[in-house]
């Protein structure tokens, strides 16, 4: 079984900034795809950023060039850089990781269990 934990929501000011963590632990052999989601009230939870496991990245055309998001494999980590923020980045943040838990086994996702990021002035 894999686990992820997210960490660094909060409150914040319009214009400033916020680093997400999210940490997998558990049965883990490889991880593919690294990503963070977010769902606001009443909305529907959307892809904010992703990082492959060749480092490549995409990000939704509402945070390029204010978010970034980084992995760290020797550590099983995924962070969001969050600049620039704004009332709208308001929400629920969800990491998601693709995990294969042994040689052979299948690549499955698995998420994190939610960090809130509130921007308010």
């Known amino acids: 079984q894999v686990q992820l934990v997210e960490s660094g929501g909060g409150l914040v000011q319009p214009g400033g900034s916020l680093r997400l963590s999210c940490a997998a632990s558990?049965?883990?052999?490889?991880?593919?795809?690294m990503a963070w989601y977010r769902q606001a009230p009443e909305k529907q939870r959307e892809l904010v950023a992703i990082?492959?496991?060749?480092?490549?990245?995409n990000y939704a055309d509402s945070v390029k060039g204010r978010f970034t998001i980084s992995r760290d494999n020797a550590k099983n980590t995924v962070d969001l850089q969050m600049n620039s923020l704004k009332p709208d980045d308001t929400a629920v943040y969800y990491c998601?990781?693709?995990?294969?838990?042994?040689?052979?086994?299948?690549?499955?996702?698995?998420w994190g269990q939610g960090t809130h990021v509130t921007v308010s002035s």
């Open positions: 990082i492959y496991s060749s480092g490549g990245t």
């Open positions: 998601k990781m693709v995990v294969r838990e042994s040689i052979g086994g299948p690549a499955q996702p698995y």
């Open positions: 558990g049965s883990i052999f490889s991880i593919y795809n």
